[in-house]
Every structure is written in C-alpha cells, then in structure tokens.
C-alpha cells in the first residue's frame, strides 16, 4: 500500500516540474528576444546612395537633436506654392536615400516633404531603439511645428510599413491634419505567421506597436493602402489597421510587392492620393515654371 501511495505522489510533482521549466523557459525567452529585437525590427544602412538632386528637387540638409540628445538627420524638400507639409517615416530597411521615388510624387502633388532618418539610420547618431524611434518622431514633428513654424492643420503625416506604426505611435501626442498608412500592420506580435502563436509572442516582446488599439480612438481622416501581392506584411494586417480605424477612412488596394507596389500602382496611387489631399488640403496647380 506505501508503495502505491507513493507513486501516485509522484505524478502532481513532475507536473509540477514541467510547468516551472515551462515558466523558466518562458522567462529565459523573454530577457534574451527583449534586447535583440531592436535589431529583427530594424535593418538601416548608413551611406547616401543619392540626394534628392538626382531627381531634380531642391532640399535642405536638416540635423535635429532629440530631448535625449540624439541628433538626426533629414531632408527639407520644399515644392512651389505647396498646399500642405508631409511628414514621412521610412520603413525599417535603407535610409532617406531610398526614398526618393515617394518623395517625387508627393512633390509633385504639392506637398513639400520632411523626411528623417531614426537613430542609427544614414548620417542619423545613436543606436536603433523602439521606445528612441517615437522619441524621434517627435523630434521630427516638433521641428516643423516649432522651428518651421508650420501649423498641425497643414501637415499631413505619412508611414510606409514599421514608418507606420512609428507614425501611429506619434498619434498618441499630437494631432496632424491627416494621416496616411501604406503596406503597414495591426500590431508587432500579428505580423507571426502563425496566429495561434500570437499570445506567446506577444507575452514573449511585449505588445509592441499595437497601432490597432491607436487606430480605436482616430480623430483624422486617413488613408489607407495595402496590396495582396505584399510578402512581407500580409494583407489582412492592413485590413485589420483599417477595420479598427475611427472616424473618416479610406482603404486603397493596390498591387505588386511590399517595396514596389505604390509604383506599380501607380494609375491608382497617385490619383487616390490627390483626390485625399484636394479633400483635405485644396487644389493644387502646378506652377508653370515646375511643369
């Protein structure tokens, strides 16, 4: 009978080891995945592989320095009689210099474009960091609000993939005239191709960028693109950032792959985004001198 007694004791207490291996792992995962994921999210380069002048347009060369004293870089680029500012964050690859091709259309739309480097990107100071990339962001904005002297209600915010959930994350602190998200997602942890892992992921690195629960309590208009062909961010994240969105909200399909898409949509890109910046901001005509 002691013998029996004695085995069935045995069982809870391998459970019980189990579940705190389980607990140790979890924890192991949590203090080594927290600090590396600065460098899954973000992959910059640091040279300039041209300027705007490559394709013709006038820029200033801008260094900004942030509260916790990283100085930036970034580009200025002004277009004649523009109707409105937009404030660019760079997907998570590259740097400024290969932005050009976007910086060229909203140019020639009317807007005149400010663009930064995050830290560690391009001639950018210090090193990559989620919680520094929201600091920077507000380091861009105060510099057109402040030192440009530029009001909110002429600035239209725009993020291209993690520049979107950059650009979402600043929405919790100002308050722009428009907002537009391309080929972005509803949160970090759902960009795991596995759904049923998404909690584990989410307890593993935290709730990291839940642009989501920002879209939830939307003031602004917003504009939304997304292509099916997107390999990098799955389309239904895109679905799922606009399906959350309050207020007024457009959603745009385009075609192609992640990085080309908006060119090779180009016959509907670009009407869509001037019909968003005539609603918002006025015509535009270009001057003759600039055709």
């Known amino acids: 009978m002691n013998t029996v007694s004695e085995g069935h004791a045995a069982a ?10 389980l607990v140790f792992l979890l924890v192991v995962l949590v203090f080594s995945i927290r600090p590396l994921l600065p460098w ?17 347009l006038e820029f200033e060369d801008v260094t900004l320095v942030t509260s916790d004293g990283v100085k930036l870089s970034g580009w200025y680029v002004p277009a004649p009689e523009a109707r409105g500012t937009l404030l660019f964050f760079h997907g998570n690859a ?9 910086i060229e259309i909203f140019h020639y739309l009317g807007l005149s474009v400010f663009i930064v480097d995050y830290r ?18 507000l380091s861009a904005w105060r510099y057109l609000t402040e030192e440009r002297g530029i009001s909110p209600d002429d600035i239209v915010m725009f993020g291209r993939s993690v520049g979107g959930a950059i650009a979402m994350q600043l ?12 080929s972005t997602f509803s949160s970090l942890p759902e960009m795991i191709r596995v759904p049923f892992l998404v909690p584990a992921v989410r307890f593993i690195i935290g709730d990291v960028f839940n642009s989501a629960e920002i879209a939830s309590e939307l003031t ?11 390999g990098n961010v799955p389309y239904r994240l895109g679905r799922r950032l606009y399906e959350a969105a309050a207020g007024e ?16 949509s180009i016959d509907v890109y670009r009407p869509a985004l ?3 910046f005539t609603k918002h901001f006025g015509s535009y005509s270009r001057p003759r001198s600039d055709r």
């Open 40 to 56: 899954i999210v973000f992959r910059p380069t640091r040279e300039h592989v041209r300027t705007p002048e490559a394709y013709g």
């Open 171 to 182: 929405m919790r602190y100002v308050t722009p005239r428009a907002l537009i998200l391309e």
């Open 120 to 137: 560690g990107y391009g001639k950018s100071e210090g090193r990559r960091s989620i919680p520094g990339v929201t600091e920077d962001a």
């Open 12 to 21: 809870p207490a391998k459970k019980g080891h189990s579940v705190l291996w």
């Open 94 to 102: 590259g740097n400024i210099s290969h932005r050009l091709d976007s």
């Open 274 to 276: 001037d019909e968003f």
């Open 249 to 264: 909200k457009t959603f745009v399909e385009i075609s192609g792959g992640h990085n080309e898409g908006f060119l090779e």
């Open 220 to 230: 602004v208009p917003a504009l939304f693109f997304h292509s099916p062909d997107d």
